[in-house]
């Protein structure tokens, strides 16, 4: 099991951005799938994006493609999710999620879980 911690949530204006991080408690985190979930008020958790465990491989909602962008560096053990221009609806808990798979592969169940950060865009 990896410890996950979130970081970089906050209040932003709508159009603008923010960059969120997620530290893994791991030596190695080569081996695991990362991903980024979100969570608004009185919704269902759903997902965001997801990377492949050397980075190769990405994914996204469809309706996320083209504003957020996942990556990762295996050496600060960080994931990373960008986002740009976003919108009231963004507004939501981010989760990040992580799951042993050396595969290559950025589809599968997601045992491993953080916190989550607040994310809260104003119109």
């Known amino acids: 099991q990896v410890q996950l911690v979130e970081s970089g949530g906050g209040l932003v204006q709508a159009g603008g951005s923010l960059r969120l991080f997620c530290a893994a408690s791991?030596?190695?985190?080569?081996?695991?799938?990362m991903g980024w979930f979100r969570q608004a008020p009185g919704k269902e958790r759903e997902f965001v994006a997801a990377i492949s465990n050397s980075g190769g491989i990405t994914r996204y909602a469809d309706s996320l493609k083209g504003r957020f962008t996942i990556s990762r560096d295996n050496a600060e053990k960080t994931v990373y999710l960008q986002m740009n221009s976003l919108k009231p609806e963004d507004t939501a808990v981010y989760y990040c999620?992580?799951?042993?798979?050396?595969?290559?592969?950025?589809?599968?169940?997601?045992?491993?879980w953080g916190q989550g950060t607040q994310v809260t865009v104003s119109s």
């Open positions: 791991t030596r190695t985190p080569s081996n695991y799938r």
């Open positions: 999620a992580a799951a042993y798979d050396p595969t290559g592969q950025t589809i599968g169940a997601w045992p491993d």
